[in-house]
């Protein structure tokens, strides 16, 4: 079975750039999750869908970030404009079942490691 | 005071050497208590999960949850060289939020 697919993996821009990435989760999960991730820390969410509907982006940076899961599969994370402080790896993961069941494995992809110089 | 304190580390350890990761937590709502491994320029994978305070024993690995002192710890037994990784202990709210800490990086040494 295949994981979390993210794409690109790596991502270098200038600030002031637009960047978006990709993320397929694993076929048949409905939660999706993007998280970040810095340097030396743990990631940190910053939007949870379920299905196509987004039930948590209280940690979504709305000025400049926004996220779409159209179709409740693929998504797609998107920063404009990038700033400096912005580097960091975008994780995605995704979850069989919905929140609230209490314990649902969130599986990883390998991320992407974005530099914004 | 912090949700999750983890000691980030470096620990170097032979190999072969027993290594145990703590972490403590304040959040007394955590339901599920988690451990994930995460290798360089990877995301990190479930290694561990349990939901009641005691040991959870899975081959080399044994998790312990200590709810009424709000720790819990990630022992690894005959510790290999393919172990090196950073460990993130991990809790789960009711609503499968997850606060992960910060990660210790874990070096094992031939």
């Known amino acids: 079975e295949a994981g979390v697919v993210q794409s690109p993996r790596y991502k270098i821009i200038e600030k002031k750039q637009p960047v978006a990435f990709w993320c397929n989760p694993i076929?048949?999960?409905?939660?999706l999750y993007w998280y970040l991730q810095n340097l030396g820390q743990g990631p940190e969410l910053l939007i949870r869908?379920?299905?196509?509907?987004?039930?948590?982006d209280s940690q979504l940076p709305k000025d400049r970030f926004s996220a779409e899961r159209l179709k409740g599969v693929d998504s797609t994370l998107k920063i404009q404009p990038a700033e400096l402080g912005d580097s960091a790896v975008y994780l995605c993961a995704s979850s069989f079942g919905l929140a609230g069941g209490g314990g649902n494995e969130q599986f990883f992809g390998p991320g992407t490691r974005l530099t914004v110089l | 005071q912090k949700e999750v304190e983890q000691d980030p580390g470096p620990l170097s350890v032979p190999e072969g050497a027993i290594v145990s990761l703590n972490c403590t937590y304040s959040n007394s709502a955590f339901q599920y208590f988690m451990w994930y491994r995460q290798y360089s320029r990877k995301g990190p994978e479930l290694l561990m999960y349990?939901?009641?305070?005691g040991n959870k024993e899975d081959g080399r690995f044994t998790a312990q949850v200590d709810k009424s002192s709000k720790y819990i710890s990630l022992f690894i037994r005959d510790s290999q060289p393919s172990d090196s990784a950073t460990y993130l202990c991990?809790?789960?709210?009711?609503?499968?939020?997850?606060?992960f800490g910060k990660g210790t990086r874990l070096h094992i040494l031939p």
């Open positions: 991990a809790f789960m709210n009711r609503d499968d939020k997850i606060i």
């Open positions: 349990t939901y009641s305070s």
């Open positions: 076929s048949g999960h409905n939660t």
């Open positions: 869908y379920e299905n196509e509907e987004a039930v948590d």
